[in-house]
Nanobody, 124 residues
């Protein structure tokens, strides 16, 4: 059973940056593809970024490409999401997710383990 705990959310002004972290425990972290999703009020949960098991391959939603960077440190059982050039449309609860499949999935239903989420609010 994998437990995921996100941190690093908060309030930031438009144009600012935040770095989210997701610490994993209870399982072999290096065997899991990791993803970040976000959900704004009244909207469906949407894919933001994902990274493969060894960190050699990443994938981004068009809405965050060029602004967000996903990375992982398997020695620390942690995945990160560096978010730059934030705008109010990035306001959402951000969730970390893990799955044991080999390919990088982008749909919420493809991920088995989820964290509780961390709030990111971008003011204009």
């Amino acid at each position: 059973q994998v437990q995921l705990v996100e941190s690093g959310g908060g309030l930031v002004q438009a144009g600012g940056s935040l770095r989210l972290s997701c610490a994993a425990s209870g399982g072999p972290f290096s065997r899991y593809v990791m993803g970040w999703f976000r959900q704004a009020p009244g909207k469906e949960r949407e894919f933001a970024a994902a990274i493969n098991r060894n960190g050699s391959s990443t994938y981004y939603a068009d809405s965050v490409k060029g602004r967000f960077t996903i990375s992982r440190n398997n020695a620390k059982n942690t995945v990160y999401l560096q978010m730059n050039s934030l705008n109010p449309e990035d306001t959402a609860v951000y969730y970390c997710a893990a799955d044991a499949r080999r390919v990088i999935p982008t749909r919420p239903g493809d991920y088995f383990y989820w964290g509780q989420g961390t709030q990111v609010t971008v003011s204009s």
